[in-house]
């Protein structure tokens, strides 16, 4: 059997001897049925691919992805309050504790109603049997109010620091009605990180002393970054430190950027790298605004959905590159980043979907990109399916 370096040896030789060869995407585990994928994590040092459907369930999904025709339910909450409204509420969110094999600890997002607000909880798998969750397990972490069902976001990664940090939407509807997104005192429109380790007085989590707002009046402490709109995907690259985000526009830009402690990313003053036009307002005096570092608009998508960094074999030329997606149009693009000139090339389309002729069978709406053990990228299809990129 070949080692992963002798494949990524191959495929370097494949690339550098043949033409540009187009990105294309080909449906894997087409023998089993699931409803509203929207994320599916590996655990660390595990070959196990757990999805998550919108819905309220976890799948460990079968190792084979060509002949594969059962999954494990590891989770299922569906039964619970969670959803008035199927486009953005549910289940939204998975990620397992860097320990996860010695504490069997996991974390999950989701939204429930009466009062409408979403809950960040953790949970353990049972301990003779680790392909199920202890559902009596769970410990509520943090419950954020909802003033409205959409943007509620909901991703969740734990950085190289051990710490978990939590992408939250603005709470809704349009034009950041409430302004909440940069309003210091709601964690609405913001990444916060937080220490599952341990606990602050009156939380349930611990308030890490390095965050860049602790002891600042009126100003949450759990807060690493501001001014967000609906962010949907984000990835910390533990390889080189990057903290990638996607964050979905309204009326005319969708946009990349890299977190910074205490990051001010504009929404609602701006959207993507202009100003906000129903907003129409300046920033007060001194605010600083992170700019994104790829953008995009009309009629190119509607909703970006991001995201991971390549680092597979079978496709050399994108190595390092943080590749994303639209959920409207399906189309697929690179964005590369030099950190130390701290430029990027500005995205690149890499695959245009197409609803014409053959191309048909290739239609998704990503919900989200995954990367495998290998490096390789899986793209989750909201109207279902999974998708491997291939050439």
Same mark, same amino acid.
């Given at each position: 059997?070949?080692?992963?370096?002798?494949? +990524?040896?191959?495929?370097?030789?494949?690339?550098?001897?043949?033409?540009?060869?187009?990105?294309?995407?080909?449906?894997?585990?087409?023998?089993?049925?699931?409803?509203?994928?929207?994320?599916?994590?590996?655990?660390?040092?595990?070959?196990?691919?757990?999805?998550?459907?919108?819905?309220?369930? &976890?799948? %460990?999904?079968?190792?084979?992805?060509?002949?594969?025709?059962?999954?494990?339910?590891? =989770?299922? %909450?569906?039964?619970?309050?969670?959803?008035?409204?199927?486009?953005?509420?549910? $289940?939204?969110?998975?990620?397992?504790?860097?320990?996860?094999?010695?504490?069997?600890?996991?974390? &999950?997002?989701?939204?429930?109603?009466?009062?409408?607000?979403?809950?960040?909880?953790? =949970?353990?798998?049972?301990?003779?049997?680790?392909?199920?969750?202890?559902?009596?397990?769970?410990?509520?972490?943090?419950?954020?109010?909802?003033?409205?069902?959409?943007?509620?976001?909901?991703?969740?990664?734990?950085?190289?620091?051990?710490?978990?940090?939590?992408?939250?939407?603005?709470?809704?509807?349009?034009?950041?009605?409430?302004?909440?997104?940069?309003?210091?005192?709601?964690?609405?429109?913001?990444? $916060?990180? &937080?220490?599952?380790?341990?606990?602050?007085?009156?939380?349930?989590?611990?308030?890490?002393?390095?965050?860049?707002?602790?002891?600042?009046?009126?100003?949450?402490?759990?807060?690493?970054?501001?001014? =967000?709109?609906?962010?949907?995907?984000?990835?910390?690259?533990?390889?080189?430190?990057?903290?990638? $985000?996607?964050?979905?526009?309204?009326?005319?830009?969708?946009?990349?950027?890299?977190?910074?402690?205490?990051?001010?990313?504009?929404?609602?003053?701006?959207?993507?790298?202009?100003?906000?036009?129903?907003?129409?307002?300046?920033?007060?005096?001194?605010?600083?605004?992170?700019?994104?570092?790829?953008?995009?608009?009309?009629?190119?998508?509607?909703?970006?959905?991001?995201?991971?960094?390549?680092?597979? +074999?079978?496709?050399?030329?994108?190595?390092?590159?943080? &590749?994303?997606?639209?959920?409207?149009?399906?189309?697929?693009?690179?964005?590369?980043?030099?950190?130390?000139?701290?430029?990027?090339?500005?995205?690149?389309?890499?695959?245009?979907?197409?609803?014409?002729?053959?191309?048909?069978?290739?239609?998704?709406?990503?919900?989200?990109?995954?990367?495998?053990?290998?490096?390789?990228?899986?793209?989750?299809?909201?109207?279902?399916?999974?998708?491997?990129?291939?050439?």
């Amino acid at each position: 059997m070949k080692t992963l370096t002798q494949l +990524c040896l191959f495929f370097s030789l494949m690339a550098a001897s043949l033409a540009s060869a187009d990105v294309q995407f080909k449906e894997v585990y087409k023998n089993l049925k699931f409803k509203l994928p929207v994320a599916a994590v590996y655990p660390p040092d595990d070959s196990r691919l757990f999805l998550v459907e919108q819905g309220g369930r &976890i799948l %460990i999904m079968p190792e084979d992805r060509k002949n594969g025709d059962a999954y494990e339910v590891f =989770l299922d %909450i569906s039964g619970r309050d969670l959803i008035a409204h199927t486009f953005e509420e549910g $289940l939204l969110g998975l990620a397992f504790h860097p320990d996860f094999k010695q504490n069997r600890k996991f974390y &999950i997002y989701y939204t429930h109603q009466h009062p409408k607000r979403t809950i960040l909880s953790e =949970l353990t798998t049972f301990e003779k049997t680790p392909n199920r969750a202890n559902l009596s397990s769970e410990r509520k972490l943090l419950e954020i109010p909802q003033p409205f069902w959409n943007h509620n976001s909901g991703n969740i990664v734990f950085g190289p620091d051990g710490m978990l940090y939590l992408a939250v939407g603005d709470g809704g509807k349009r034009d950041d009605i409430r302004r909440l997104a940069q309003n210091p005192f709601m964690l609405n429109g913001k990444v $916060l990180r &937080i220490d599952v380790n341990s606990r602050s007085e009156g939380h349930a989590y611990g308030i890490p002393s390095d965050n860049p707002f602790v002891g600042q009046e009126g100003v949450r402490p759990e807060i690493w970054a501001t001014g =967000l709109r609906n962010p949907w995907g984000i990835q910390y690259d533990l390889k080189t430190g990057l903290f990638w $985000l996607a964050d979905v526009g309204q009326n005319a830009m969708e946009e990349i950027n890299l977190i910074e402690k205490g990051g001010n990313y504009g929404w609602s003053y701006r959207e993507g790298n202009q100003k906000f036009t129903v907003r129409n307002e300046d920033p007060p005096a001194g605010t600083k605004l992170v700019d994104p570092i790829a953008v995009y608009g009309r009629p190119d998508g509607t909703s970006i959905t991001g995201g991971v960094v390549y680092y597979g +074999c079978a496709f050399p030329e994108l190595k390092g590159q943080f &590749i994303y997606g639209d959920w409207g149009t399906g189309h697929v693009w690179a964005v590369a980043y030099d950190p130390d000139k701290k430029k990027s090339n500005g995205g690149k389309m890499i695959f245009r979907n197409s609803e014409k002729g053959n191309h048909k069978q290739y239609v998704f709406k990503p919900a989200a990109f995954v990367r495998d053990p290998q490096g390789e990228i899986l793209v989750l299809s909201w109207n279902g399916g999974i998708f491997e990129m291939t050439k």
